[in-house]
């Protein structure tokens, strides 16, 4: 869909907008600026349903437009369950730091030092990688690992096995020096999640649900869907345009890509990360660990218009009257989805299409950025807490 042409839809669209966003907040800026992003993306995203979450300052605003499913005449909202895709990525890095500030684990241990009893893992030269090494795309790992044992029809991400990574991982070494080069890596994420939980004693979804999700009340970002969470799920479309089955990811690929949330949930999860609690979590969390200037390469890490990565983050500084931004995209099961923090400006903008189309997200990554720069103009004063 595009603006032209469809003014009809639009006035519908900022007409159901402003009645939620009415609900939300009283600040009026902010009001505006969310029903007119929100109806902006909507309308060029072909996505059934859009939904917003924003928070600045003391003040959360959260928009839903289209339809939980095509054809539902239901529209999203806060409660609307949606797939995170890799913004499971940065969840997975909070629990990292967590476990960091608390001593736990540390970020320049070797993975090795978490592998399974039994297990061997290969190195480069004989350089082991580290935590940290996973969690910024640099322990020179591949993008996906695919069991080529399972084959036939079915849930695509059943071909995603923990035992087949470990034992990809006792056969192969990484194809780069440990921090010479980034590339991409579902695998080294599902991999971080696994050190994770070997070091904290249980599953990854558990221990991510005891130490982050359930302190901040956000009950409905899970690995696996209840009973009673699954008639909330939203439908997208995928690649053909179909409505996606919304197949289950396996165990190996929650750190990765397969948690679940809502926009309420992830409105909680953005006000802890703006709060300045957990001082010690957040100065790990939100730092530029491994620049880009320096690697050999940097390969699917949006290397031209960022400075470098954080634990799951792109980290990118203040240019063009946006603020310095920490983001994460996602894409899976017929969702696209984007989040932001501004730390220094107290901003956080979380978006969720159902509709999987990378063309399209470009959009949704440049008018995320143009928001940003409307409520937080670089140069200006942050919000008070």
């Keep these: 869909m595009t603006f032209i042409g469809k003014a009809g839809a639009a006035l519908a669209a900022l007409q159901i907008l402003t009645a939620t966003a009415g609900a939300q907040t009283k600040d009026l800026a902010l009001r505006d600026a969310v029903s007119m992003a929100a109806t902006a993306m909507f309308l060029n995203s072909g996505a059934p349903g859009l ?19 095509p054809g539902s005449k239901v529209e999203p909202d806060g409660r609307s369950i949606l797939r995170l895709g890799s913004i499971s990525k940065v969840l997975t890095g909070d629990l990292l730091a967590d476990m ?7 970020l320049s ?22 935590l940290l090494d996973l969690a910024t795309h640099s322990a020179g790992l591949p993008r996906e690992l695919r069991d080529p044992a399972v084959t036939g029809e079915g849930n695509p991400f059943a071909a995603y096995r923990g035992d087949y990574y470990w034992n990809w991982m006792r056969q192969n070494a990484p194809a780069y020096a440990p921090g010479t080069t980034a590339i991409y890596s579902n695998v080294g994420f599902g991999l971080l999640g696994e050190a994770l939980a070997q070091a904290g004693g249980k ?15 956000m009950a ?81 890490v949006e290397v031209t218009d960022s ?19 920490l ?14 923090l501004a730390p220094n400006r107290k901003l956080g903008i979380f978006v969720a299409a159902s509709r999987v189309n990378f063309a399209m997200f470009e959009g949704i990554r440049q008018s995320v950025r143009n928001l940003a720069a409307e409520l937080a103009p670089a140069g200006s004063q942050a919000p008070a807490r």
């Design 51 to 69: 939904i917003v979450a924003v928070v600045h300052g003391d003040e959360t605003e959260i928009a839903g437009v289209g339809e939980t499913a």
């Design 327 to 340: 983001g994460k995209s996602g894409g899976l099961g017929g969702f696209m989805t984007y989040v932001v």
């Design 109 to 130: 241990d070797p993975f090795t030092r978490y592998a399974p009893p039994g297990s061997s893992v290969k190195s480069f030269g004989g350089q082991p990688f580290t």
């Design 220 to 300: 409905d970002t899970v690995a696996r869907l209840s009973d009673a969470q699954k008639p909330r799920l939203m439908t997208g479309l995928d690649v053909f345009g179909n409505p996606d089955p919304n197949w289950e990811a396996t165990p190996i690929m929650a750190a990765s890509g397969g948690l679940y949330s809502t926009a309420d949930d992830m409105a909680r999860w953005m006000r802890w990360h703006l709060s300045g609690e957990a001082q010690a979590t957040m100065a790990l969390a939100h730092a530029l660990w491994r620049p880009h200037d320096g690697l050999r390469r940097a390969v699917g």
């Design 203 to 217: 599953s990854f979804p558990d221990l991510l649900r005891d130490r982050i999700t359930a302190p901040l009340g």
């Design 307 to 325: 400075e470098g990565m954080g634990l799951g983050w792109v980290v990118s500084r203040a240019r063009d009257g946006v603020p310095l931004l």
């Design 100 to 106: 960091a500030a608390q001593g736990g684990v540390g």
